[in-house]
């Protein structure tokens, strides 16, 4: 025999192994494909979607300074109860008490200036009325020319008399301003509640906010007797929520308890608008704040912890079901268009040790189950793994149960 029949004859039988091996991967040693199957039946569905978010108080105060002073005394800590009015801390009034003493001696200058005016009017009044009534008498005792001096001398004290006036309007509206300014160095409680954050110590400088610079944040007052949880929605579930949904959530600092809540609150545009995406010049995702308000609980809970919600946006009792992973998509050649072939969601059903593929129409989707409108009836067989089975799986393919695959390899080894 020949060199050249003799490799011949050796990539015949490699051909023959290699296909002997391909068979044999997916008929199971001639007996069909080792796979996972669940028997179809009926079961309560309940659809949901999940986000995280973190706690915050239905209801909270951040206190800011409306003067710049020093923090004088404080009079609460972080974490204590407060009443409507309580006092909370207080600022150094030194500078402020002296403004509202200049603003007081500008008041008494212009009340001062205003009696001034007012005997000067008094005076001009008196002195036109004689010399208009020596006119009237006797034109040759004065002239009209002094009479009209005489009546210009007391518009000029009128008028005189009405700036004074202003004045003292203008010093004692500075004066209001100066006792409000005063009185803005005490702080009291807006609301009752707890004292979530505290930002100050006795001794610090406290600033007032500009245009462009935000003041100092002195003290967060919190109504924690509602409390929210704030999570961000991907846009392509909000559609699914509805106002009153039912949610448990998850706090990460009590991973021992589920909470329950309702859907308060949905926005209506998005956290960060596109155009604010377009002007970085990246693609982020849409995101939409949905806020949902926890049921009463005798958990200490504090703002800003972390949770995540699973919002229940629908249920089905006694819905036939299928295995998620057993949903799977194959081509349609039955309604193939203008050079495409669509693509029809089914799953393999088994009879007899033969898997066949069968379009089905699902509903809603569970954490583990798809809900079967049409297509399957409760009894059947399906195929529901592994997962690269499936993708590979054609139609009419054996198949058998991959414990019984187990099963024989046992029984070959004894």
Excluded: C, H
Aim: aromatic letters at 4%; a negative charge.
């Amino acid at each position: 025999m020949t060199g050249l029949q003799k490799g011949f004859i050796a990539l015949i039988v490699v051909g023959v192994l290699a296909a002997a091996a391909v068979i044999s991967m997916r008929t199971g040693s001639g007996r069909g494909a080792a796979v996972r199957m669940a028997d179809i039946d009926r079961q309560d569905l309940v659809a949901t979607v999940t986000a995280s978010g973190n706690i915050r108080a239905r209801r909270s105060v951040d206190i800011s300074s409306d003067v710049a002073a020093r923090v004088a005394d404080l009079l609460v800590e972080e974490g204590q109860n407060v009443e409507v009015g309580d006092d909370l801390l207080r600022l150094d009034r030194t500078q402020l008490e002296a403004s509202r003493s200049r603003a007081q001696a500008s008041v008494s200058q212009a009340q001062a200036q205003a009696a001034q005016q007012s005997a000067n009017l008094t005076r001009q009044r008196r002195e036109y009325d004689r010399i208009r009534g020596l006119w009237m008498r006797d034109s040759l005792l004065v002239s009209r020319q002094q009479v009209e001096d005489a009546e210009t001398n007391l518009e000029v004290a009128r008028a005189n008399m009405d700036a004074a006036e202003y004045g003292v309007e203008v010093a004692e509206a500075a004066l209001d301003e100066a006792e409000d300014r005063l009185a803005k160095t005490v702080f009291r409680a807006p609301i009752a509640g707890k004292v979530t954050r505290l930002n100050v110590e006795v001794g610090e400088t406290v600033v007032v906010g500009t245009m462009n610079n935000a003041g100092s944040l002195i003290l967060t007052i919190s109504d924690l007797s509602v409390v929210e949880v704030v999570v961000q929605m991907d846009e392509t579930d909000v559609p699914r929520l509805a106002l009153g949904d039912s949610a448990e959530v998850d706090i990460d600092a009590f991973p021992d308890q589920t909470f329950t809540a309702r859907v308060t609150e949905i926005g209506n545009s998005a956290i960060r608008p596109p155009s604010q995406n377009a002007a970085s010049g990246q693609q982020q995702a849409i995101d939409f704040e949905v806020v949902l308000t926890l049921d009463p609980t005798d958990v200490e809970l504090r703002p800003d912890l972390s949770a995540t919600a699973s919002i229940v946006t629908d249920m089905r009792d006694d819905a036939v079901a299928v295995p998620i992973i057993a949903l799977t998509v194959r081509e349609d050649s039955t309604r193939a268009t203008t050079g495409e072939t669509p693509e029809v969601e089914g799953v393999f059903v088994v009879e007899a040790g033969t898997a066949t593929f069968r379009p089905v129409t699902v509903g809603i989707a569970g954490d583990e189950f798809f809900e079967v409108l049409d297509g399957l009836e409760p009894g059947e067989t399906v195929v529901s793994g592994p997962y690269q089975t499936i993708r590979t799986l054609r139609d009419g393919d054996p198949v058998r149960r991959e414990e019984e695959l187990s099963d024989d390899a046992r029984n070959d080894a004894g």
